[in-house]
């Protein structure tokens, strides 16, 4: 593979304060970058990075992004950063990055490369609620790049090519589609690159805690889901887990993610909250229940908060 790693020597300080961006199109709305082919309807996008950084060289700045990403490089040259990690892309190259961490690219030279990107959300609501069982990478600390010959390349290329024609069209079942095409990249992705993907080994000890946590967190909020735990886990429960200070916990949660426990808790609540609205027929109490609440007022109160409708009013939109 013709990627190297380069230590980036504390070019990003655990101290320094990064803005966090909840989307792609805010991402390029502040770094300046066009955001017109940039559907903001749908948690999901998928553009020809070519037709957006038509002016090569370009260098970012660091940024924390809140969403998942997927980069195939057709023909481009340029580097990109991860937390305190630095991969050159060349043509060939295959990446994926994951929120919360600290981020920045650089292109050189841009002809052919395409983005991906989604939100939790959009993996729970329309691929299926037991996304991370079934691709346990999506929740890695670091995803190292590939770099592919073309003719292995080409299979990805036929799969993004054909997202992005669903994505540009019209239909009522667009999300779907769109849902359904992006299973079979994720099982061509973890058939070529993680076949041996290895959970335990994340790096350092503070990617580790951080790994453990969002297994920890994903786990917990399937089992509220089944209905096998009727009690949201605090801090302490978490840090109790991998017999940590809870203080200790928070501090590494936060300087390695830019988000604080309570915003990864809320997040997550809210993500379970869609997929059992969505993908269950179950009521708006009973969903209030399984996800730890004691009253559907109160859970109608909190699900407002974070997505500006109800849960009855968000429902009545699918």
Known sequence: ??????????????????????????????????????????????NNLAEIHRQAPFKSAVYRPS??????????????????LTFETV??????????????????????????????????ENVHPEIFEEFPFLLAETVRPRTLDAEAFAEFE?????????????????????????VVLLLKIKEYFWSDYNPIY??????????????????????????KVQIVFQVQDYARLQSLNPNYLSNVIKTKTGKTISAWIADKTIAEAKSLLKNSSISIKQVAFQLGFSEANHFSNYFKKYTSLTPNAFRKTL
């Open 202 to 227: 994340e790096g350092n000890r503070s990617s580790q805690i951080v790994k453990t946590f969002k297994e920890n967190l994903e786990k917990h909020y399937r089992d509220l889901g089944e209905g």
């Open 1 to 46: 593979m013709n990627l190297q790693e380069v230590s980036l020597l504390g070019a990003m300080p655990d101290n320094a304060a990064f803005q966090t961006y909840p989307s792609l199109y805010e991402t390029y709305k502040n770094l300046g970058l066009p955001v017109g082919s940039i559907d903001q309807s749908v948690d999901f996008t998928i």
């Open 67 to 84: 969403y998942f990403s997927f980069v195939f490089v057709k023909d481009a040259n340029g580097k990109y950063i991860t937390d305190d």
């Open 91 to 124: 043509p060939g190259t295959i990446y994926f990055t994951n929120p919360g961490h600290l981020k920045a690219f650089e292109w050189f030279r841009v002809q052919e490369l395409y983005l991906i990107t989604f939100s939790e959300s959009f993996l729970k």
């Open 158 to 182: 036929k799969l993004y090519l054909q997202i992005l024609n669903e994505y540009k069209g019209t239909s009522l079942l667009k999300k779907r589609i769109i849902g359904n095409l992006f």
